[in-house]
């Protein structure tokens, strides 16, 4: 016997979510700009049913979201942009969440020719406001901005904040940290991927002096001797971690510290993502061009109403921020932004909140 079906149609003013099930989020780099959009994976997967997120991302950036649970498939580029593409075309996406905004996912959209979200970059007003110091920015958080670029999917912030998940394989055992260590200590991130979003070596060494408390240092290999030179004032007091961790060991101590003292870095937001107190120093870089530290509201509700984190920027800079991401040298030659932040006053408010 022979029976018939009668394919399914989709009404025309269907809600865009029942219609799209299978969606690429793209955001190459860095760090710290994927942890800040990791929440469109979590309200895409949490209020679409039955969504399918393939996430591509360059390969060096790989460990930054390989145990994000919301991210069914990943895709990695690695100068095979073509390959991608032809890839990417079998896959048959319903959509593409540009997160990035740049010529390759120019490229990528203009072949695969499917509907795109993406989100407000702002770059004329970050141009504006660096230049020339003229603030036309939007004042919306670009966490803020990527989840506006779902919305037509009927998709809402749930206020949980951000993510960082960490493989069982990649936690620090206590054994790997200092006795004197054991029972708390303050995270310092001094590494940062430019020179003029660190405080000089001089100035850390100051903070850790000025800090009644155990310090771990946290950076990357390239940061080692920095560390040394920090840690040689008082060995038993700083811990040097920098370079004796991967990405996600770091992120671990991280998690485990009792308050995290950041520059304008991925870490920053890693411990965000973890609900942790910040103090973050701005240099080169600001929170005006709308990326200071995130947390969701009822990520907040756990500090009681009292300040998740606190920004120190030296104030009246005519010249501050000078740049989207930081230059390798001071623009005008005084690096003022780092030389005169008041150290004293970062020690005094983390002397209260550990």
């Known amino acids: 016997m022979l029976f018939l079906f009668k ?30 959009m990791t929440p469109v994976f979590r309200c895409l997967k949490q209020q679409v049913a039955g969504v399918e997120i393939h996430f591509l991302t360059k390969k060096n950036f790989k460990a930054v979201t390989e145990a994000n649970p919301y991210i069914d498939r990943f895709h990695y580029y690695n100068n095979n942009l073509n390959e991608l593409i032809a890839l990417f075309r079998q896959e048959q996406f319903d959509g593409i969440i540009d997160l990035h905004k740049n010529f390759r996912t120019a490229l990528i959209k203009i072949q695969l020719n499917i509907p795109v979200y993406s989100y407000n970059k702002e770059s004329w007003a970050k141009f504006l406001l660096t230049k020339f110091g003229i603030n ?10 990527s989840l506006d670029a779902i919305a037509p999917l009927g998709v809402v912030n749930d206020g949980m904040g951000l993510d960082y998940f960490i493989p069982v394989t990649d936690h620090v055992d206590a054994a790997d940290l200092p006795t004197s ?10 590494g940062a991927s430019y020179f003029t979003k660190k405080l000089p070596v001089k100035k850390i060494q100051a903070l850790c002096i000025a800090l009644d408390f155990p310090v771990v240092l946290i950076g990357g290999k390239e940061d080692v001797n920095e560390g040394n030179a920090i840690a040689s004032i008082n060995e038993i007091k700083i811990y040097n971690a920098c370079g004796k961790f991967s990405l996600n060991e770091s992120a671990y101590l991280i998690r485990q510290a009792k308050l995290v003292i950041s520059h304008d870095t991925g870490f920053q937001y890693i411990a965000c993502a973890f609900n942790k107190k910040v103090l973050a120093i701005w240099g080169g870089t600001s929170p005006l061009l709308d990326v200071e530290p995130y947390y969701g509201l009822n990520q907040l509700v756990v500090h009681a109403n009292a300040e998740a984190y606190k920004n120190f920027i030296v104030p009246e800079l005519s010249c501050q921020p000078c740049s989207n991401y930081g230059t390798k040298k001071c623009p005008k030659g005084h690096f003022n932004c780092m030389q005169q932040q008041d150290i004293q006053a970062i020690a005094d408010v983390a002397k209260t909140w550990v």
């Open 7 to 36: 394919k399914k149609q989709i009404p025309e003013n269907a809600p865009a979510f029942q219609k799209r099930k299978k969606f690429l989020v793209i955001r190459f780099s860095s760090i710290g700009d994927i942890v800040l």
């Open 136 to 145: 036309q920015m939007a004042k919306r958080h670009i966490t803020d901005r």
């Open 181 to 190: 260590h054991l029972a708390g200590f303050i995270a310092i991130v001094i």
